[in-house]
């Protein structure tokens, strides 16, 4: 129960008692509104080929716009977050910072998502899509859900006016997995201890398809290549000396 405590705090859930429902009475009215007032289903579309229009030109649009993916991580050892600016042509701008004051994970959300934005508007980015995996942050951003929590009601506030500064500007939910690099950076910057800013080089991330070992073969003592005593016995079917 305490697991599920910790994981469900995230979302702003409110309990209510259900209230006694005879399900005998409802399943009755049901039986007898089978055969009055039936209307069969439509199934013509008249419109689908404008829909296909619509597609093709919000995937236009969609081609011009920068992504930014945030998180934030709060843990024993500390609290940091992590925000991704991802340009048209690929390119990734990381962004992470260490939270030195007490904040909750909803809070660290936040953060992450203020710095992001705020990223985005010293580069004059006109058009961004925002991804982040916290429901909670996402729908009170968009306003599908209302900031009942007296802690988060300036977070949302100051959201609101960044999001001013852009042309055009979407929310959306994205699943953990998917945020794997913004969750890393909140995740490094919660557990790497600092006092003071630290200035790190940006890195760069490569990718090995075999072993380090694969590639440390060295030079034979007579100046031939490593593979000349196999494609010699490939050619002439002759071994070595």
Request: hydrophobic residues 40%; charged residues 25%.
């Amino acid at each position: 129960m305490a697991r599920w405590q910790i994981l469900l705090s995230e979302y702003d859930i409110v309990y209510v008692s259900q209230k006694l429902i005879k399900g005998r009475a409802i399943a009755d009215f049901l039986a007898t509104r089978t055969t009055e007032e039936y209307e069969p289903l439509r199934f013509d579309f008249p419109d689908e080929d404008l829909m296909c229009i619509t597609e093709k030109e919000c995937e236009s649009s969609k081609e011009k716009s920068w992504k930014m993916n945030f998180d934030g991580a709060s843990n024993a050892l500390g609290h940091g977050i992590g925000a991704v600016l991802v340009s048209p042509e690929g390119n990734h701008y990381p962004f992470t910072a260490r939270l030195n004051f007490f904040c909750t994970n909803n809070i660290a959300k936040y953060e992450a998502c203020i710095m992001g934005l705020r990223a985005a508007i010293e580069r004059n980015i006109q058009t961004l899509e925002v991804y982040g995996y916290s429901a909670l942050v996402i729908c009170q951003i968009r306003g599908d859900w209302e900031v009942r929590d007296s802690k988060l009601v300036k977070y949302s506030d100051l959201v609101a006016g960044l999001i001013k500064e852009f042309k055009e500007i979407t929310f959306n939910y994205f699943p953990r997995e998917e945020n794997q690099l913004a969750d890393a950076l909140a995740t490094l910057a919660s557990m790497f201890k600092a006092n003071r800013e630290t200035k790190i080089m940006p890195f760069q991330m490569s990718i090995y398809e075999a072993p380090a070992h694969c590639f440390s073969n060295k030079k034979e003592p007579d100046g031939r290549p490593w593979f000349y005593d196999v494609l010699e016995y490939i050619k002439n079917q002759r071994y070595p000396e």
